[in-house]
């Protein structure tokens, strides 16, 4: 019999049990759901509202289906729909009659609510330390490398001169931002909605202040309508790792690139590659690919959330059962690809000579010898035009700007000199571009630093 089936007079049909029961997925929610109600009996019996022998009864047989839970020894049934009826059905097996007072001013639109926001409070955690782990081998590859010149790329055309560590450091950044906006996410969900109850709160005198500290939050929500309809928390999380994902996804396809034969700027680890079931010169980045294409489940899991809550009238609606599968979907596959994809990169072998070589071809140092130029007293719109007719000429002839002697510069403009060669090397032009932010060996020994602070920061004192 199900806990609410006194208002009707017939058995559900098997088909709508089917589509009602939420057990298969909600099921992870065990611990959250427990823990909360381990705080509402404490909170109803301080409150006088619960005597303090069913609260001890309750306590003692929420703490025992907990353990038995994360030991894998605990079966739910489909039959009891959800983990909430589950947990309670199964306290009130063990102890009786005060099993049946837990449920007192609550709901299960208000426990619900309360589960899934400490659930995606924790993982949100978890998620922040494997985004800490990747900037962790961030910077140690790009410590390796800050003196590895290699392209810089706009519309994927060689552009200017930087380092390998420079390039990583900007997806450094990028995951930065990630971590940050995960903790925004956790600081914003930091209310609790337990006592809301189906949605005009409860005539109990219940302390809501007390459930909210106990379950460590720093206050209840305002307003009971808004406490068991509210899902913007699963919305920001579901938006964030999306944006998670595209920055991982943008690097994938870094390393797609740079690892084919067209640049060879990196070789993967054999044990992050894979090989063909035809062609034995193989070795494919799929570790990468993955990833990529995992990056449009996670948009998926987000669309199909936002449209789920788009058109909900206050305040909870059956509808918002649909809530959970594309966070834990979502969550599952971060928390898959972040670990894997970091194993990948501090693994991987990075070819100097390479990139190099490729830095020297596609006149990285154009703009470098329109700035000569200009420091020579030529307006730089000028030395632009100078210098791009140099290009072509070069071009033309499969030259380096480099390859042209004095002479044939000069022909161009008598403002160069013999010092322009020391404009023109490629390092040079790296290690010039000391503006905050730049390629320079100290300006990402800086970044460096600055990244480890951050991750240091969070790992000394995790919220």
Known sequence: MKLWSGRFGKDTDALVNKLNASIGFDQRLYREDITGSMA???????QGILSQEDNAAIQKGLR???????????????????????????????????????????????????????????????????ILELETVLCRQAARHQH????????????????????????????????TRLEDCRRRLDECPLGSGALAGTTYPIDRWKTARDLGFSRPMGNSMDGVSDRDYALELLSDLSILMAHLSRLAEEV?????????????DDAY?????????????????????KTGRVYGDLM???????????????????????????????????????AMLDTMHVHPEKMRQAAGRGFLNATDCADYLTRKGMPFRDAYTVTGKLVAACASQGKTLEDLSLDELQQASDLFDADVYDSLNLENCMALRKSYGGPAAEETARQIRELKAFVAEREEKPE
């Open 40 to 46: 509402h009996a404490e909170m109803l019996a301080a």
């Open 64 to 130: 025992e289906i907990l353990s038995e839970a994360e030991a894998g020894e605990l079966a739910f049934t489909a039959d009891n729909e959800d983990i909430h009826m589950n947990v309670e059905a199964l306290l009130t097996a063990r102890i009786g009659d005060p099993g049946k007072r837990l449920h007192t001013a609550r709901s299960r639109n208000d426990q619900v609510a309360l589960d899934f926001r400490m659930y995606v409070r924790r993982e949100i955690g978890g998620v922040i330390g494997r």
């Open 148 to 179: 590895t010149v290699m392209p810089g790329y706009t519309h994927l055309q060689r552009a200017q001169p930087v380092s390998f560590a420079h390039y990583l450091l900007a997806y450094g950044q990028m995951f930065s931002r990630d971590v």
């Open 256 to 268: 797609i690139l740079w690892c084919s034969w067209e640049f060879r700027f990196i070789e993967l």
């Open 273 to 293: 590659a894979t090989g063909s079931s035809i062609m034995p010169q193989k070795k494919n980045p799929d570790v990468a690919e993955l990833v990529r294409g």
């Open 304 to 342: 199909g959330l936002l449209t789920v809550m788009k058109g909900l009238p206050l305040a909870y609606n059956k509808d918002m059962q649909e809530d959970k599968e594309p966070v834990f979907d979502a969550l599952d596959t971060v928390n898959l690809c972040l670990p894997v994809f970091a």
